[in-house]
């Protein structure tokens, strides 16, 4: 059974910084796109950063750019969002997904989700 599971979620001041981790368990991370995704209540979750299963490659939203940093372990399973200079406006329930295949930078594709992790952002 495919499971998900992010942490590293908080309360944190504008400026500052977090470092969320998504651990997987029951498959093996090297084959998969992995995808960070953010939601706040009453609106749609957003894509915000994305890495290959080939490459490396990486997509960030303009949002988060030159703010943010997707990175995978694939030894320990696992998928980084590095979050720096963190604003009020990345207050939001933070998810990460994986999918076969490419990246996409919608929902739809992706297979599985964890249960997201809360950060806050404020003063």
Request: hydrophobic residues 30%; charged residues 15%.
């Amino acid at each position: 059974q495919v499971q998900l599971v992010e942490s590293g979620g908080g309360l944190v001041q504008p400026g500052g910084s977090l470092r969320l981790s998504c651990a997987a368990s029951g498959l093996t991370l090297d084959y998969y796109a992995m995808g960070w995704f953010r939601q706040v209540p009453g609106k749609e979750r957003e894509g915000i950063s994305f890495i290959s299963s080939t490459d490396g490659s990486t997509w960030y939203a303009d949002s988060v750019k030159g703010r943010f940093t997707i990175s995978r372990d694939n030894v320990k399973n696992t998928v980084y969002l590095q979050m720096n200079s963190l604003t009020p406006e990345d207050t939001a329930v933070y998810y990460c997904a994986h999918k076969i295949g490419g990246m996409s930078t919608i929902p739809g594709p992706y297979d599985d989700w964890g249960q997201g992790t809360q950060v806050t952002v404020s003063s």
